[in-house]
């Protein structure tokens, strides 16, 4: 019997060319997440710590290197080129940042508004 938490679970989880990890959820749903969002949201003590959350470097040229399950709720990513292994995502995280990334704009960029 399957549990029901209201969690979802990956059906399907990709690599694409080291830069995007192609998630395919058990309802369907697809989503994309960048190697440099997913960096920026490693929930491991070390990226945690290492800075205020304003000044939080997030890596551009960030690869995702390797991916291996943990357990049956997380996934453990290896990030190029600096190697970075300690980050475990737990699915219900992914399926936020999916989620999440959704709803912001493609555009990263604030754009000021002038006028004249
Ligand atoms: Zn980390």
Redesign the pocket.
């Known amino acids: 019997m399957p549990y029901n938490f209201g969690m979802h679970e990956p059906h399907r989880i990709e690599l694409e060319g080291g830069t995007t990890l192609v998630i395919t959820w058990d309802d369907g749903r697809v989503d994309r997440l960048s190697s440099a969002s997913l960096r920026s949201a490693?929930p491991?003590a070390?990226?945690r710590n290492a800075a205020p959350p304003t000044a939080l470097s997030i890596v551009p040229d960030s690869t995702i290197n390797d991916m291996s399950m943990v357990g049956a709720y997380a996934i453990n990513l290896v990030f190029s080129p600096d190697g970075?292994a300690?980050?475990i995502f737990p699915f219900p995280l992914l399926r936020m940042l999916g989620e999440d990334s959704s709803h912001k704009h493609p555009s990263g960029r604030n754009e000021e508004q002038g006028s004249g």
Do not use: S
Request: net charge neutral; with cysteine; hydrophobic share 0%.
């Open positions: 490693c491991c070390t990226c970075h300690t980050g």
